[in-house]
């Protein structure tokens, strides 16, 4: 091959790699396996660009990939990149999973002396791709992979009292995250964190029938949970960098969320002030408010995010975010991790934090290219 032709590839997709391509068929409208077959392995194929192809067979199939492969390279010394046809699950898992892996491996929480950060190149299959529409890729992937940088996933990490558990099966099933049932929990992050409105039509709408709908199915999950109109019972703290924790006003709520991206769909822009990977985690909150006044201020984020001037949204930039429950039925109890959920054990708490970008702390397992 010639090497004009290499040099109009971007670093992350030279030679000196290993590329990899994850197709996530189910994903969004299963259109991953049919845009690598008809765009993607043809440009790759035009560059010579030299991949392994991975395709998902169970929901498991990241998690067990970035264990047994992604992992495995970055500790070695070995550069790759990941081309990820999915939509936010597959980066959630690569990132949770990474950095449970290192931290485990490595009693002072710093990852190992060879690590190389694989990078991610995002092309979004999805329902929302919040991450993707967040890094300013979704509109031209294959603009983005071929002319984007390389950049730092900030992340965040969420701790739960001992008896957590993650839900699976569309509701039906509990898996346990620690090995006893008296240990705290921890999952790792990149998009949001959440607990009442959002958390909870996560939950209701992560099922075969709903996904059917596309976007429509965020918006019909939340339709019958305004219409049964839960206030969502607890305390809320938060606090800034170096500051004291603060507490939302009142033990009831109705929207509890934090993120580190601007939008959570293309159009529904949660958090304007964030820019892509800028390392913010931003609280947006809605107190006790009738079903229509919550419909009003969620139909704001997506007039260009004009919600967080509203003065019943509470919107700050902050690094840790607490709740300490006081419901009873576990179906209130429930929190979204970047799309998981977690129950929470009854008389439980759960806590989100920034992860540092450097120090002692810092432990971004990945780039994406954006
Ligand atoms: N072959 C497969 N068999 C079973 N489950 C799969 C398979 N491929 C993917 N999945 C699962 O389908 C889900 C797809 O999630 P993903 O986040 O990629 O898309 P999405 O939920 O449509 O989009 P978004 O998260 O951006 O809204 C994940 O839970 C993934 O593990």
């Known amino acids: 091959m010639s090497g004009s032709v290499e040099h109009q590839l971007p670093p992350h997709l030279l030679p000196d790699r290993e590329i990899h391509v994850v ?95 694989p990078v991610v190149v995002l092309i979004p299959m999805g329902t929302a791709n919040a991450l993707a529409w967040s890094c300013k890729v979704a509109q031209d992937p294959i603009g983005s992979m071929m002319k984007g940088m390389p950049r730092s996933l900030p992340t965040f990490q969420a701790q739960f009292s001992p008896g957590a558990k993650l839900v699976v099966n569309e509701g039906r099933d509990r898996e346990t995250l620690t090995e006893s049932d008296d240990e705290e929990g921890i999952m790792y992050g990149a998009v949001v964190f959440s607990w009442g409105l959002h958390a909870s039509l996560v939950a209701m709408s992560d099922t075969a029938e709903y996904r059917k709908h596309g976007l429509e199915r965020f918006k019909m999950a939340a339709g019958q949970l ?86 019943k949204v509470t919107y700050e930039d902050i690094k840790s975010l607490r709740i300490e429950f006081d419901e009873d039925d576990e179906r209130w109890r429930m929190v979204c991790v970047d799309g998981k959920i977690v129950a929470i054990a009854k008389g439980g708490w759960v806590e989100a934090t920034k992860i540092p970008a450097t120090g002692m702390d810092a432990r971004r397992v990945i780039e994406v290219v954006c």
């Open 226 to 311: 305004l219409s049964e109109g839960h206030k969502y019972r607890g305390k809320v703290k938060w606090r800034k960098a170096g500051g004291d924790w603060g507490e939302l006003p009142g033990s009831e709520h109705s929207y509890v969320l934090a993120t580190m991206v601007s939008n959570l769909e293309e159009h529904f822009q949660i958090s304007p002030a964030t820019k892509p990977v800028d390392g913010t985690l931003r609280l947006v909150s809605i107190g006790p408010e009738p079903a229509d006044e919550i419909m009003r201020l969620l139909g704001l984020a997506y007039q260009s995010g004009k919600h967080v001037t509203d003065p």
């Open 23 to 117: 197709i996530s068929i189910l994903s969004g409208h299963k259109k991953a396996q049919e845009y690598y077959d008809d765009t993607l392995k043809p440009l790759l194929d035009s560059h010579n660009v030299q991949h392994s192809t991975h395709t998902t067979s169970s929901t498991q199939s990241i998690i067990n990939l970035t264990r047994s492969l992604f992992v495995v390279n970055a500790t070695q010394g070995v550069k790759q990149t990941i081309i990820l046809l999915s939509g936010d699950g597959g980066i959630i898992d690569i990132v949770n999973t990474m950095t449970t892996v290192l931290n485990r491996r490595n009693d002072d929480t710093r990852p190992p002396s060879i690590f190389i950060k």
